[in-house]
């Protein structure tokens, strides 16, 4: 399987919260993250959390992480048109070559 | 800072020409990559510089691809020859070493490539 996995498409209404979720392999992770691509753009950090975290909340962002599962999501609270796009999760450890790993890309569609 | 400038935006082509992408990275980065972005296999790492040098190709798909960094300021990606399954958006990306959050990864906007 893939290191890191998250499901392709989630389809939300407007005002409602969105939950996107990422799961990943390896137990040495150190950095998680979210990122953001917007349609005809490259990816933008959204936001991080450090392995020793369990919660970040950042605005209408809340990052929960759950080492033991290896599982993170991502929620949006009060979620908008505008944020419509794809997000990515991806991890990366220290000791060595700092390269994220990426998964494939979440696609939130937000409706009216 | 303009950010990770990219060029061209598009470039359609037909099957057998030369193709080059070009990258700008930030100024004092000291990382650059390139990747190559499709539906079918999502974000793909094919190749990153450290202080210009190449350290890791393997991402590369095949000969037809290569990547050089003769400076700081300046990559480029090169097919040769192109074929209709290079058809993708390829970003550039540069960051500082460390791996601390803040030395996260910024990309350019992409350059959309057709080969027809």
């Known amino acids: 399987g893939e290191d890191v996995e998250q499901s392709l498409f989630l389809s939300v209404r407007e005002g409602d919260s969105s939950v996107i979720n990422c799961t990943y392999t390896?137990?040495?992770?150190?950095?998680l993250y979210w990122y953001k691509q917007e349609p005809g753009a490259g990816l933008q950090l959204l936001t991080y959390?450090?392995?020793?975290?369990d919660m970040k909340q950042d605005q209408r962002l809340t990052v929960l992480l759950n080492k033991k599962d290896k599982h993170l999501s991502l929620r949006i609270a009060d979620t908008q048109t505008g944020d419509s796009a794809i997000y990515f999760c991806a991890e990366s450890r220290t000791g060595g070559s700092y390269i994220p790993t990426f998964g494939r890309g979440t696609s939130l569609i937000v409706h009216p | 800072d303009a950010g990770v400038i990219q060029s061209p935006r598009h470039e359609v082509t037909e099957m057998g020409q030369e193709v080059t992408l070009r990258c700008k990275p930030i100024s004092g980065h000291d990382y650059l990559f390139w990747y190559r972005q499709t539906m079918m296999r999502g974000l793909e790492l094919l190749i990153y510089f450290n202080n210009n040098v190449p350290i890791d190709d393997s991402g590369m798909p095949e000969d037809r691809f290569s990547a050089k960094m003769p400076n700081a300021s300046f990559s480029t990606l090169k097919i040769q020859p192109s074929e209709p399954r290079d058809s993708a958006v390829y970003f550039c990306a540069s960051s500082l070493p460390g791996g601390a959050p803040i030395d996260t990864q910024y990309f350019g906007p992409g350059t959309r490539l057709t080969v027809l």
């Open positions: 390896d137990s040495s992770s150190t950095y």
């Open positions: 959390i450090f392995s020793n975290m």
